[in-house]
């Protein structure tokens, strides 16, 4: 198929020159704000061209900071007039080079806009800028009011809200909240209604199927209840909203969840919250086989069921960066080697009662033991082992990039039957074509880790540097992959620019014909994140 991207310079953007950035001081009034605009020429602005993995580096000659949505709004309809190509950057950790510039495009970076509006606790819903650090939401939720924000995930001290609605991320405990709502919903039926009627067994099911197809505390789809987004035009789109239940004509913020800042530059979010649980625990298994992961995940979901708020998995291969190279923040925490079992589980439960939580975990882990599922476990004894735990799950990729060596990325959904298959044909492949004893050498390592509970695998494929020996045995032997077993070539990350012309692995001609229209009426001049997410088909693959 395709392997690496080649892309060119699209002639038609214009080259920044001095009376562009004269409009730009004079937008963001950089004489009292003089962080607001940062130019190449005068500092080092490696940090705002680089990506987290320091796999792709851009040339932008000014990064722009604005503090309110009106300086946006001035700045696109500047740049769109005099066709100045943008990146849109919130906290810069996303995993496929969308945050960065692939050439000479400014940088419009969300980071001054940082304000928490207003959180109205009767709805839960929470109103802020778009550059508000994640992990500054959820700490100002928490010890205010008691609430959590939605998400939860490893980069958490860095991503900015509006990063995370524009990759709709995933994170560690998007099942918990999908699980909550569906039980929420039915156990807030009365059950014998199920069966006075016919009627009422029809509705179980409807709102079990709504549930799936929304995933109201799943993903990001279900928890932002509005936005307001900056078009490429410089127009401001209100989309914000103080309602829970809004059904009146479409529902337009949809489009910008998950569109990767090539639609717009979203400004502001309101984000439903819950109510913090009481009671967190966290099981920590070894296994001897993957198949026996996935008779663990079904036993949990039967036993814990609504207590659920995250099923993670490792392979020991992955826990050796973290437990080398952050071994001061997290432990291994059994008896013996890492090394010693190959496959490592997490099963985090939050819920309100910490006896009927333990009542059920200490069932599940004696059951674990009888059923010889699992060769070793236990439960967190205190909130600093229970920390420590997560540290050594969520350091993975940490771990990875502490070991100063190239990672090449891979985020998939596969049907769970066959997603440690991939890992294992990877190391397979890794071998016959790179040299017998690379994986046993340790020049490369071959690692699989994930959200279980998704099926969603991480693959990382961790080598001495990026070159192109090591991308064409990967690229796309990967995404072929995906396909054969019918999964995701993205389950969380996007496309960026990483995946930028492989749509059509996910997505029909006629899918991709439709977000092309999207993306003409919105931005016709394609400004905004230009060379990522494209959304054409191949000409020679009109098959679909
Ligand atoms: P950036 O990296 O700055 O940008 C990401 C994309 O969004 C870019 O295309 C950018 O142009 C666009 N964008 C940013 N802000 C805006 C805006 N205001 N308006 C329009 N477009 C915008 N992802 C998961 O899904 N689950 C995980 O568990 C997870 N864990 C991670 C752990 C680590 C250690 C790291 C480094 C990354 C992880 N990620 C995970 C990747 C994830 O995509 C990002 O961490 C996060 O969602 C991106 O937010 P950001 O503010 O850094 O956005
Ligand atoms: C995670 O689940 C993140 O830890 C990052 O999505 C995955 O680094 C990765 O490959
Ligand atoms: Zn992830």
Not at 70 to 85: F, G, H, K, P, R
Not at 312 to 325: G, H, I, M, R, V
Not at 500 to 508: A, D, F, L
Request: charged share 20%.
């Amino acid at each position: 198929r395709f392997g690496s991207w080649k892309i060119e310079r699209d002639s038609r953007f214009k080259k920044v020159d001095d009376k562009d950035t004269a409009r730009f001081e004079s937008i963001l009034d950089s004489r009292n704000n003089p962080s607001s605009v940062l130019y190449q020429k005068t500092e080092n602005l490696s940090a705002y061209n680089t990506d987290w993995l320091r796999k792709y580096k851009g040339e932008a000659p000014v990064v722009l900071k604005p503090k309110q949505t009106q300086e946006v709004s001035a700045l696109l309809e500047y740049c769109n007039a005099n066709n100045i190509a943008v990146c849109v950057q919130g906290g810069n950790t996303g995993l496929v080079g969308g945050s960065v510039p692939v050439f000479d495009e400014v940088i419009i970076n969300l980071s001054r806009m940082n304000n928490i509006l207003s959180f109205d606790e009767q709805s839960g819903i929470l109103q802020c800028e778009a550059g508000v650090i994640l992990e500054n939401a959820d700490k100002y939720l928490r010890e205010k009011y008691t609430f959590i924000y939605p998400l939860d995930l490893g980069a958490k001290g860095s991503c900015q809200i509006g990063g995370n609605i524009s990759t709709n991320a995933g994170g560690l405990r998007l099942l918990r909240y999908f699980v909550y709502f569906f039980h929420s919903l039915v156990s807030s039926l009365p059950p014998f209604l199920v069966f006075l009627s016919p009627l009422w067994f029809f509705f179980f099911f409807f709102l079990k199927s709504i549930n799936h197809k929304y995933k109201r505390y799943g993903n990001l789809h279900g928890n932002v209840m509005g936005l307001e987004v900056v078009l490429a035009n410089g127009n401001v789109l209100n989309l914000q909203s103080n309602n829970i239940k809004d059904n009146t004509g479409y529902d337009l913020k949809h489009l910008f969840i998950g569109s990767e800042g090539t639609l717009g530059v979203i400004t502001k979010a309101s984000v439903l919250c819950m109510k913090e649980p009481t009671s967190y625990n966290l099981l920590f298994l070894a296994l001897p086989s993957f198949a026996n992961a996935l008779k663990v995940k079904l036993l949990a979901k039967r036993v814990l069921n609504e207590i659920i708020s995250a099923i993670e998995f490792a392979d020991f291969q992955s826990l050796k960066f973290p437990l080398t190279y952050l071994h001061n923040r997290c432990s291994f925490p059994l008896e013996g080697k890492y090394t010693d079992y190959p496959f490592y589980m997490l099963i985090e439960t939050s819920g309100s009662n910490d006896t009927h939580d333990k009542e059920k975990l200490t069932q599940l882990i004696e059951t674990l033991f009888n059923e010889k599922l699992i060769s070793a476990g236990t439960i967190a004894q205190d909130m600093g082992q229970f920390r420590s735990i997560w540290t050594l799950r969520e350091g993975i990729g940490p771990g990875i990039g502490e070991s100063k060596r190239a990672c090449y990325k891979y985020d998939v959904s596969l049907p769970l039957y066959q997603m440690y298959d991939v890992v294992e044909n990877c190391r397979v492949r890794v071998e016959e074509m790179l040299g017998h004893d690379t994986i046993k050498r340790g020049e490369i390592d071959v690692v699989g880790y994930g959200h279980l509970g998704d099926g969603n695998l991480h693959l990382n494929v961790v080598t001495p540097t990026f070159a192109s020996k090591y991308e064409n045995v990967l690229e796309p032997w990967i995404y072929d992959q995906c396909s054969y077993y019918r999964g995701s070539i993205s389950a969380e990350h996007g496309l960026g620019r990483m995946k930028g012309n492989m749509i059509h692995y996910n997505k029909s001609a006629l899918a991709v014909n439709l977000m092309k229209n999207f993306k003409q009426l919105l931005d016709p001049k394609g400004i905004l994140n230009p060379y990522k997410l494209k959304v054409s088909y191949p000409k020679n693959m009109l098959w679909h």
